[in-house]
């Protein structure tokens, strides 16, 4: 049973940061990070590849950093600059074994 567990939202300012984390149960190599509005489709905002190589959705290019531990099994997104429009929930996914896995998800919130 593959487990991707997020962690690290929260409630921050505009302009503030946080950093979230998807601990996985074993080492996956192509991961990435979404979010999702209630209401709304969920939406791709960054990607990771074994390469190295990443990836951002306009809206958080510059912004945003996808990063990861040497031994796969943990994944990061540093965000930085917050903006209103960055409320969601935020969930990772895995690609492994032919099939995509998600975690649970995790609350970011950007207000006054």
């Known amino acids: 049973q593959v487990q991707l567990v997020e962690s690290g939202g929260g409630l921050v300012q505009p302009g503030g940061s946080l950093r979230l984390s998807c601990a996985t149960s074993?080492?996956?190599?192509?991961m990435a990070w979404y979010r999702q509005v209630p209401g709304e489709q969920r939406e791709w905002v960054a990607h990771?590849?074994?390469?190295?190589?990443?990836d951002y959705a306009d809206s958080v290019k510059g912004r945003f950093t996808i990063s990861r531990e040497k031994n796969l099994k943990q994944l990061y997104l540093q965000m930085n600059n917050l903006k209103h429009e960055d409320t969601a929930v935020y969930y990772c996914?895995?690609?492994?074994?032919?099939?995509?896995?998600w975690g649970q998800g995790t609350q970011v919130t950007v207000a006054s």
């Open positions: 996914k895995g690609y492994w074994r032919g099939r995509d896995k």
């Open positions: 074993v080492s996956i190599a192509t």
């Open positions: 990771r590849a074994p390469s190295g190589h990443t």
